[in-house]
């Protein structure tokens, strides 16, 4: 028997079996001529990824809390105003990060869980201040909502607000199109939809954030995501010479060389669709099963995640159940209803068989924990939206 369940959370996900074998290749020196080839091409394909032709990427060992980090020490300076449009836990990080570097923050948000505030309601908040900056996150981990990118976007140049996205729950998975939508910083970690075990944060950005950064009058208050210390090194092996700041994580990079190759060649719109097609159906999925779910509706729901609600009399205790049966999920992280939904990560590699692997693994769950439903009802709505 296969000892080996599936991953089906938000971070980090299934890998490939070519992204596990880079991360298994004799680690060479970080200025192996090798390397910087390696190295050169990541930086030249994450640009691609990011669908962000003008923008310039960092690729630096860290977290996406670090590429968050990393975002706002660079462009932000001491009594520097900053908006986020806040649609739940990593939002409120966001705030403390950007508070941590002197910023005066404010967020707009709407009151219900699983929503996200309207273009009008930014608008509004955005006319009473004078905010150098706004930051949103993509696809909010703890309630998969999503939000109109493109729309804030569109909103920050008008006003000539620097945008910043924390994309990593999206990138690789949701539509973003960093260069076109014109969003100033887009960020992410490679354990998500990047499709990379845990360890590098993926940063790229634009002209304007460069300047911005450029043009500061005072010394960034982190001394690891300096731009002035990583920006040379990126240049430098994007034109295949090694340089040398902080040490790169070899074998890390490898694999995100591997899969950014991946990504690319199935295609950024052909990967939307999939992430779009695989969500549908899981959704339908819970539906079928009388499972509601946090996003108020499906224009704000996630294409690479879910958060639906327990079903009347089923708590949390349900999920070992469903791992016993073969899938592993991830519980509840939103503060207010962390005990009553679960979260379900469907990014990357994931395919139609985990979606019916794992609704069936959410049915056995639910069977054992006495939850009275029609057998195989959630198979087949997933089946159905699956075969159309
Ligand atoms: C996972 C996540 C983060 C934090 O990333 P870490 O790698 O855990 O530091 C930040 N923002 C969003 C939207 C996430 O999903």
Redesign the pocket.
């Known amino acids: 028997m296969k000892n080996r369940k599936l991953l089906m959370i ?2 980090p996900i299934e890998f490939t079996p070519e992204v596990m074998r880079a991360m298994a290749m004799p680690t060479t020196s970080h200025v192996a001529p090798a390397f910087v080839e390696c190295m050169g091409e990541a930086i030249e394909r994450t640009r691609e990824v990011f669908l962000s032709p003008g923008g310039q990427p960092f690729i630096v060992a860290g ?3 670090m590429a ?1 980090d990393m975002a706002a020490c660079n462009v932000i300076e001491p009594g520097d105003t900053a908006l986020v449009v806040n649609t739940g836990y ?1 939002s409120d990080r966001f705030g403390v990060i950007l508070e941590r570097y002197g910023a005066r923050v404010t967020h707009v948000k709407t009151p219900a869980i699983g929503d996200a505030p309207s273009l009008d309601e930014v608008e509004a908040e955005i006319k009473k201040g004078d905010y150098k900056v706004l930051t949103v ?1 993509h ?3 703890s309630t998969a909502v999503l939000t109109d990118i493109k729309g804030l976007a569109g909103l920050c140049r008008k006003y000539g607000i620097l945008s910043i996205v ?1 994309g ?2 999206s990138v690789a998975g949701e539509e973003l199109r960093q260069g076109e939508w014109g969003v100033d910083i887009v960020l992410t ?1 490679c ?2 939809a990047v499709g990379v075990p ?1 360890g590098l944060a993926l940063l790229v950005a634009s002209p304007k954030a460069i300047e911005v950064f450029k043009n500061r009058r005072t010394p960034v208050g982190s001394y690891y995501s300096d731009w002035a210390n990583w920006l040379p090194i990126m240049e430098s092996y994007e034109n295949r010479k090694a340089a040398y700041f902080g040490t790169q994580a070899v074998n890390l990079v490898w694999a995100l060389n591997v899969s950014l190759e991946q990504i690319l060649a199935e295609g950024m719109d052909t990967r939307f669709a999939r992430h779009r097609l695989m969500s549908k159906a899981f959704k339908a999925a819970m539906t079928a099963l009388g499972l509601k779910q946090i996003p108020v509706s499906e224009g704000k729901a996630a294409n690479t995640l879910s958060a639906p609600y327990f079903p009347e009399g089923i708590t949390g205790s349900v999920l070992p159940l469903i791992a016993q049966a073969g899938v592993i999920l991830a519980g509840g992280l939103h503060a207010e209803i962390r005990e009553k939904y679960f979260r379900v990560g469907h990014m990357g590699v994931v395919s139609a068989s985990d979606i019916l692997a794992t609704v069936g693994a959410i049915e056995a769950g639910l069977a054992k924990a006495g939850y009275k439903f029609e057998h195989g009802e959630g198979l087949a709505a997933a089946q159905a939206v699956l075969l159309q």
């Open positions: 938000p971070g977290s996406g809390t968050m990593f996150t696809v909010d981990t924390d990593v729950c970690a354990q998500k845990p």
